[in-house]
């Protein structure tokens, strides 16, 4: 499969690896919030990032749609959807103990994983 089948023009690739881990987190937001409505952000990483799909949860409700296209060991790739026809949920507080991830430079829990 070459690299043009796997996105059509409405799908971008992140591949996180290339991010220094201090920026990760910050520039997957901002790449998210460049997104229009139905477009669909591919995330590639060496890493299951749970910490950062909570946060992501929280952040955007049901207006980001997560989908895990890949999920191996060394080999993660997920789709965010942006479908900003969906309801965010009301905002709350942030949870307790979400693994060290918090941007704002306090480092992320999932970048040593």
Do not use: W
Request: glycine residues 16%.
């Amino acid at each position: 499969m070459s690299d043009t089948s796997m996105f059509n023009d409405n799908v971008f690739p992140f591949d996180a690896r290339g991010v220094a881990k201090r920026f990760r987190h910050a520039a997957i937001f901002g790449a998210l919030e460049s997104l229009q409505d139905g477009e669909t952000m591919r995330f590639v990483n060496d890493h299951d990032p749970l910490p950062l799909l909570g946060q992501i949860q929280q952040r955007y409700g049901n207006q980001i749609g997560i989908t895990y296209v890949a999920r191996e060991p060394g080999n993660i790739m997920i789709d965010f959807k942006v479908q900003l026809q969906t309801e965010a949920p009301a905002e709350t507080a942030p949870a307790q103990g979400a693994g060290g991830c918090g941007g704002g430079g306090g480092g992320c829990g999932c970048a040593g994983q």
